[in-house]
């Protein structure tokens, strides 16, 4: 079989499900005014959407496009597994073909687990030897997604070992009204403390915890001992 794009997604198609595509809808919180208002599901789990795309990483880079362009969330994911893909095994030039197309489509990347499986893998995998000034721009955006996206990177320079910039755009993120930034910036402060100290991320909280969303805190400290988390979260540090 010739695997086209057309073929994928007769592939995706047809292994949709009715009854799970009701579940992720409501999971995802698609309805309105929800953060994924308008986004369809077939109802596809991730594993088998992983399997899928392992088929079809020859894709071109339009076709990926197209894929990201559309409305359905599975065609996207599999779009941004097989970008995942096509970058781990590129060459310089691709690489950062990749790294522009995902940027220039970043507001297709707009549900939370879109973000969290592919920022790391891709933005974060970029940048890790080069300038990071676009993290801040995305952080600054007042996009949701360009934010948890400028986040999520981070998590690559924090399993190397840096938690710089993590921490810098922990900062421009403290004010946020969205409960998932809020998630975001608590975890990789909580990655922070896992990978590379928690004197590293204590630094950090000593100075904005009690001001930072409660949320953030909460996911933050979730690996402290339950003596230090109560002393954070009733203002005892």
Not at 81 to 101: C, H, P, S, T, V
Not at 150 to 155: N, Q, S
Not at 186 to 213: C, D, N, Q, S, V
């Amino acid at each position: 079989m010739i695997l086209t794009l057309s073929n994928l997604k007769k592939e995706l198609q047809t292994l949709a499900d009715k009854n799970q595509a009701v579940i992720l809808q409501r999971f995802f919180k698609t309805g309105k005014g929800q953060y994924g208002e308008g986004d369809v599901f077939l109802g596809i789990k991730v594993p088998i959407q992983r399997k899928v795309a392992k088929k079809y990483t020859r894709l071109t880079l339009g076709d990926i496009s197209q894929l990201l362009a559309s409305p359905i969330h599975e065609y996207r994911l599999t779009a941004l597994f097989i970008l995942i893909a096509q970058y781990d095994r590129g060459n310089e030039n691709d690489k950062q073909k990749i790294f522009e197309l995902y940027l220039k489509n970043a507001k297709n990347v707009n549900n939370w687990d879109l973000v969290d499986l592919s920022s790391p893998n891709i933005v974060g995998k970029h940048l890790l030897q080069k300038n990071r000034v676009i993290l801040y721009d995305l952080a600054k955006s007042k996009n949701l997604w360009k934010e948890r996206i400028a986040i999520l990177a981070t998590f690559e320079f924090i399993k190397n070992g840096e938690s710089k910039d993590a921490l810098a755009i922990a900062r421009i993120l403290l004010n946020s009204d969205q409960d998932l930034i809020h998630k975001a910036v608590g975890w990789m402060l909580r990655e922070i403390g896992k990978r590379i100290g928690e004197a590293a991320e204590e630094k950090f909280l000593k100075i904005h915890y009690r001001t930072m969303p409660r949320t953030m805190l909460r996911y933050a400290i979730e690996r402290f001992s339950e003596e230090k988390r109560k002393r954070y979260l009733y203002g005892q540090i």
